[in-house]
């Protein structure tokens, strides 16, 4: 485990650790060894530091020849190891203003300090083995979380939750390459070609560190899910009403509505937080038929951005006026979907008939087994035909074959809940969604990944039947693949792009 030891040659840093701005109270914060005796040069005690102990002081105006007070400050020291860096810690919290925090930084910095780079007070923790590298990401996670679910899952990773769950793989590929390397050394001696230990043992040695990683690894969509969130973009002929619906799930009325075909131009997109998900939702201009012109410019143009919107969204909402027949247009959109995550939405159900709606609910709780006789009259009319879902075990927002249409009236609000719990299955987010341990990041993913790979290698090569030494070079390469993904065998530069994407002071 690195340490970083507290002596000279350490920098002390020095950093404003609140968010920029005024505020009631600001920190500054010093690492290193220099921090007490710099800490006491810019400070006038009534009561000497002592570990973890807030302090009144007088901050003083090194800028004043006569050292006047600039402010009251609260002062706290954590003595090396026991701070959040591992080294000395001095916090001075005084009051919010930019001014006098930056004063008390440009005075540390008189006196020896340097200016903390981004992440720096976390790699340090990092460094000195307090946090491993799956919990300083998490710390970058918490705080940029912006749902109350993504932080829970943050503040679990912070926790050390993945190091927990990938601590027994990592120790029964341990035990193998200790097994297979005791018997090469014996082998190498005087049993030659006597395997010592047999390819069946091995099979199950290396499937029991493969099963837990490959859960690992499916967990990533989720987490990567919470992390980004996802787009979603509501697209269709002109007057389905998709800005109807667009404004039922915001629930304000963002985007403009009005009888008229081609009212939206232009996209509308606005945030919006989904069983702890954050979302994106594009509302887009309607999809004029072939032969059908825009009526100007302008929504020839927004029209373009439709069909951008429609390419980069993670999910799309194919919205269908359920009163009108499906065109071919229709049709071929919809076809162009498959493979993708997408929905198809039938909407106005309220100006169909009670018949239809009646009909309609019996359709969708039937659940997601459809047979083409079960073409529900309901359905008729609108051209959609059956619809054969099939559950896929994994994989990111796969296809699931061609969903149940969901019937919803943007004007009574029928159906919204049905569409929100259908937009959530698309995701694949539903369920548990503070799953300890996900993988939240494409850098874990790959970490994961790799092992796998290494250990498909390895498996096969003892499937074959080749020599233990080939065997070992894939359990190295696995097992310093599982290590990167802590940060124990991970290269500066890497740590240097992740903590650089930190903030200054933290
Ligand atoms: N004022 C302040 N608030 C803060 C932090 C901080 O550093 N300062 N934190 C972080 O930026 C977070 C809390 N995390 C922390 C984790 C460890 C230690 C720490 O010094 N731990 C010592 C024990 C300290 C003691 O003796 O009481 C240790 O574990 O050895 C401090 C904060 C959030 N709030
Ligand atoms: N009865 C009924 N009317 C609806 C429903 N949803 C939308 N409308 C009406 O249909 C018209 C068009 O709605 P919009 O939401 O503007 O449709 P749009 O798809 O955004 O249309 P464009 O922006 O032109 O592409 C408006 O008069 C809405 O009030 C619904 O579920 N039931
Ligand atoms: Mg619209």
Redesign the pocket.
């Known amino acids: 485990m690195p340490t970083h030891p507290a002596s000279p040659d350490v920098d002390t840093i020095v950093a404003i650790s609140t968010p920029p701005g005024r505020g009631g109270i600001g ?1 500054v914060r010093l690492a290193g060894p220099q921090s007490l005796p710099i800490a006491a040069q810019l400070l006038q005690l009534t009561q000497p530091l002592e ?2 102990r807030a302090r009144f002081a007088r901050v003083l105006d090194s800028a004043d020849p006569n050292a006047k007070t600039l402010d009251d400050a609260i002062v706290t020291a ?1 003595l090396a ?4 860096t591992g080294d000395d810690l001095i ?1 001075i919290a005084a009051h919010g203003s930019p001014v006098v925090l930056e004063a008390i930084v440009r005075a540390a910095l008189s006196h020896g300090a340097r200016l903390a780079t981004p992440g720096e ?1 976390t790699q340090r923790a990092f460094l000195s083995g307090r946090l491993d590298l799956t919990q300083a990401e998490a710390v970058h996670d918490l705080i940029a979380a912006q749902t109350l679910d993504q932080a829970r899952v943050a503040a679990q990773q912070m926790g050390g939750a993945m190091s927990r769950r990938v601590a027994p793989a990592k120790e029964s590929l341990l035990h193998l390459i200790a097994l297979l390397e005791a018997g090469m050394d014996f082998a190498s001696g005087e049993l030659d070609d006597v395997d010592v230990v047999p390819p069946s043992q091995i099979e199950a040695a290396i499937l029991s560190v493969q099963t837990p990683l490959e859960a690992l690894a499916a967990s990533f969509r989720h987490g990567q899910m919470l992390r980004s969130g996802a787009s979603l973009a509501l697209v269709g002929r002109p007057n389905a009403g998709k800005s109807s619906l667009f404004n039922r799930l915001l629930e304000r009325d963002r985007a403009i509505v009005t009888p008229l075909p081609g009212t939206t131009r232009d996209t509308v997109e606005e945030s919006l937080a989904l069983g702890g998900i954050p979302l994106r939702l594009i509302d887009t201009a309607g999809l004029r038929l072939q032969g059908d012109r825009p009526a100007d410019e302008a929504e020839a143009l927004g029209i373009a951005r439709s069909h951008e919107a429609l390419a980069d969204a993670d999910l799309v909402l194919l919205i269908h006026d359920a009163t009108q027949t499906m065109t071919e247009e229709e049709r071929t959109l919809a076809a162009s979907l498959e493979g993708r995550p997408h929905l198809l939405v039938l909407n106005k159900i309220d100006l169909q008939g009670s018949d239809f709606s009646l009909k309609s609910t019996a359709f969708m709780s039937k659940g997601t087994n459809f047979s083409s006789q079960d073409t529900s009259s309901s359905l008729k009319g609108t051209g959609f035909s059956p619809y054969i879902p099939t559950r896929q075990s994994k994989g990111a927002l796969a296809p699931e074959g061609t969903p149940a249409p969901i019937l919803t009236s943007a004007l009574t609000g029928e159906g919204l809940e049905e569409l929100r719990t259908a937009i959530l299955r698309a995701l694949q987010a539903e369920g548990a969604l503070a799953d300890s341990g996900a993988l939240n990041n494409l850098r874990q993913q790959e970490a994961v990944a790799t092992t796998l790979q290494a250990l498909a290698t390895a498996q096969a090569a003892n499937i074959n039947g080749l020599p233990h030494e080939l065997m070992l070079l894939d359990l190295h390469a696995a097992l310093r693949a599982l290590d990167s993904l802590t940060g124990a065998t991970t290269t500066d530069d890497i740590l240097g792009r992740i903590f650089s994407t930190f903030c200054i002071g ?1």
């Open positions: 920190i570990h973890a954590f190891p026991h701070s959040y916090e007070f933290k």
